[in-house]
C-alpha cells in the first residue's frame, strides 16, 4: 500500500476578510507525482505555503512526512525542498553560495558538493555558478530554485510553478528532478498553470479553481483533446 507523505484536510486559508483556499483535501504518496492545476488565484501557491511551513493554515489539518505543520513546524520544514513561485533568492548571492547556504542550513554531511554540480550542470547553470544572481533571467532565477529544492534530496519536493518563463533545456531538467525524486521514494508536488507539463510530470491532477478542489484526474484524462475540452470545463 503507497504510504501518503503530505495528508491534507479541508484546508482553509483566510487573509483577513479573502478566503484563498477553501476547503481543500489533499493526499501525495510516497514515489508520486501530483499536480495542482489551474489559473492564477486559484489556491495553487497559497497551498504550496502552507505545505512549505510559510503560512499557516487558518483550518484544517495539515500533515507533512508524518509531521502536523502547526504542532510540528520545524520538522515538517525539514522534510520539504521547497521551490516557491516568485522570491526566494539573495540578489548579491551567486549560485555556488546559495548551494553552501543550503547545505550548511541543512547540515548536509561532507560529499554534497559533487550532487551540486551536477545539478548546476543540468540545469545549464555550471558556467553561471560564481556570477551574482541580480543580473539572472527569470528562467535562470527559476532553474536555480528548482536546484536549491532538490539539493537535499527531501522525502517531500514541492515545486511551485517551476516552469514559468523556463527554456525547453530547464524544462527537460525539472522533468528528469521530478523522476529522480519519484524514483527513491519522495512525494512530488508541481503547481502549474500549464496542462500539458502538469500532465507530463505527474500521474495525477488536481484541479483547483477559487479556492477549491474541483477535480481530482489521472493524467490520461487530462490528455490530448478531449482532456484539454474537460479542463476548460472544470474552469468554466
Not at 503530505?6 to 477553501?22: I, M
Not at 525524486?181 to 510530470?201: D, M, N, P, Y
Request: aromatic share 4%; with cysteine.
Amino acid at each position: 500500500m503507497e504510504q501518503p507523505l503530505v495528508e491534507v484536510r479541508d484546508l482553509h486559508v483566510r487573509f483577513g476578510e479573502d478566503e484563498a483556499v477553501a476547503g481543500v483535501d489533499l493526499v501525495a504518496a510516497a514515489g508520486r507525482a501530483t499536480g495542482l492545476l489551474g489559473r492564477n488565484g486559484a489556491g495553487k501557491s497559497t497551498t504550496m505555503r502552507v505545505l512549505a511551513g510559510v503560512v499557516p493554515p487558518s483550518a484544517g489539518r495539515v500533515l507533512v512526512a508524518g509531521h502536523d505543520v502547526r504542532r510540528q513546524p520545524l520538522a515538517a520544514k525539514r522534510a520539504v525542498g521547497y521551490c516557491p513561485d516568485v522570491g526566494g533568492l539573495v540578489p548579491r548571492a551567486t549560485p555556488w553560495e546559495h548551494l553552501q547556504l543550503a547545505a550548511r542550513l541543512r547540515d548536509l554531511p561532507r560529499g554534497w558538493e559533487p550532487r551540486a554540480r551536477d545539478l548546476l550542470e543540468r540545469f545549464e547553470l555550471g558556467d553561471v555558478a560564481h556570477r551574482v544572481t541580480a543580473g539572472f533571467s527569470h528562467g535562470m532565477g527559476r532553474r536555480l530554485s528548482v536546484v536549491l529544492a532538490a539539493l537535499h534530496e527531501p522525502p517531500v519536493l514541492l515545486l511551485d510553478e517551476p516552469f514559468d518563463g523556463v527554456d525547453p533545456v530547464g524544462v527537460e531538467a525539472t522533468l528528469e528532478v521530478v523522476a529522480d525524486a519519484r524514483a527513491r521514494g519522495a512525494a512530488v508536488l508541481v503547481s502549474t498553470h500549464l496542462r500539458e507539463l502538469a500532465i507530463e510530470a505527474c500521474s495525477t491532477v488536481l484541479v483547483l479553481r477559487g479556492g477549491a478542489r474541483v477535480a481530482e484526474l489521472s493524467a490520461a484524462q487530462m490528455s490530448g483533446e478531449e482532456g484539454a475540452r474537460a479542463y476548460r470545463a472544470l474552469l468554466d
